[in-house]
């Protein structure tokens, strides 16, 4: 069977087997890129017509008491200058996002101790008051079920947590042992049952990853059916144990993206900051292989060279209103359009 005809089937069928994800993920060509990323774009368009959601990321502590060893705040990186925002600043933040034409706010940041379920709890609250059109999402890491339940009574709406690989032998070698694949997965289940639009996803090139790693991220993917999949290429960061290994391919990044858009037509599918970072028209290319969604950088300038996951980040120094119009110009010149909504996860029904 041609890869083609592998795009072919898992447009049809909306999954695949893994050894034919192998297939495909081990040969592709750039024929077979073009291929997917045109079935893919056509999937969006019909979708989204030419809408790009935009949603608010807020950085708001890169303290973190994990170790993963590809990231750059793990807690063993002696060299990271640490910070937190307070809730003020949070606000802040949100405040002028929404002015810019922001309606989704991504507070992110590292599992910090300081930042309690209480605190957080508190925070999501307060953004619910402020801002009772906008859409809430966490990406603040493994919590347990009770927490998760707590910030969404609160008024969150969504969560990211990658499962960074579907691979559990693949998850041991890039997390130290007191982290668990199990319980990241717990997490995920959890996430949903709650009712959080929950989205997942992996570095592609991450070390130790193998064609089948990736296959079973797909296989993973197709069962558990994220509202949202970010999937950005691995890139090493100088103080982390991986520092001297290869970053990914943005090749693949590019191809996965479009296998995740044929596969499940209505996902919320960013062109990562990561893609933008290992190749300069990145968010436009990652658009044009089906994404639909670009997370700018709300966190005060002051702070976002410090919250460096990895080397190289694009960071901008512009406000939330400047880079948003710098955006809307990259994005037009692709011919689609940044628009001022939450973009909520609808499933094909809803979008008829
Ligand atoms: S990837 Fe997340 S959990 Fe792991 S060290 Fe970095 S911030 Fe912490």
Same mark, same amino acid.
Request: proline fraction near 14%.
């Given at each position: 069977m041609k890869n083609t005809e592998r795009i072919d089937r898992l447009k049809r069928e909306r999954a695949l087997p893994a050894d034919q994800w192998v297939r495909l993920l081990g040969t592709f060509t750039e024929e077979d890129r073009t291929y997917a990323a045109e079935k893919a774009r056509a999937i969006t368009t019909a979708r989204f017509g030419n809408k790009i959601y935009i949603r608010g990321i807020v950085e708001f502590t890169n303290y973190c008491k994990n170790n993963c060893l590809y990231c750059g705040i793990r807690r063993e990186n002696t060299g990271a200058v640490r910070y937190r925002l307070t809730k003020e600043e949070i606000l802040l933040c949100c405040h002028a996002g929404y002015q810019a034409g922001f309606r989704t706010f991504v507070l992110q940041g590292g599992?910090? *101790?300081?930042? %309690?379920d209480g605190r957080i709890t508190d925070i999501v609250s307060a953004i619910r008051a402020e801002f009772p059109d906008c859409a809430i999402t966490l990406s603040v890491g493994e919590k347990s079920r009770e927490a998760y339940k707590c910030f969404f009574d609160a008024g969150a709406n969504r969560y990211l947590l990658r499962h960074? %690989?579907?691979d559990e032998a693949h998850y041991g070698r890039l997390h130290p042992p007191e982290q668990s694949w199990r319980n990241r997965m717990r997490c995920l289940r959890d996430l949903k049952d709650i009712g959080y639009q929950t989205g997942c996803g992996m570095m592609v090139g991450? *070390?130790?990853? %193998?064609v089948e790693c990736l296959a079973e991220d797909m296989v993973f993917m197709s069962r558990f059916r994220p509202e949202m999949i970010g999937i950005g290429p691995f890139i090493p960061h100088h103080g982390t144990p991986f520092r001297d290994c290869p970053a990914g391919s943005t090749e693949t990044t590019l191809l996965l993206l479009s296998l995740c858009r044929i596969m499940l037509p209505d996902v919320l599918l960013p062109a990562t900051t990561a893609l933008g970072t290992v190749c300069g028209d990145g968010r436009q290319l990652g658009v044009l292989a089906g994404a639909n969604v670009v997370m700018p950088n709300l966190s005060p300038v002051g702070v976002r060279k410090n919250y460096t996951l990895y080397d190289n980040k694009a960071i901008t120094g512009e406000d939330a209103a400047e880079s948003l119009n710098i955006l809307r110009s990259h994005m037009r010149e692709i011919g689609y359009e940044v628009v001022v909504s939450r973009g909520d996860y609808k499933s094909r029904e809803e979008h008829r």
């Open positions: 599992e910090d *101790p300081y930042f %309690t960074e %690989t579907a991450s *070390p130790f990853q %193998t």
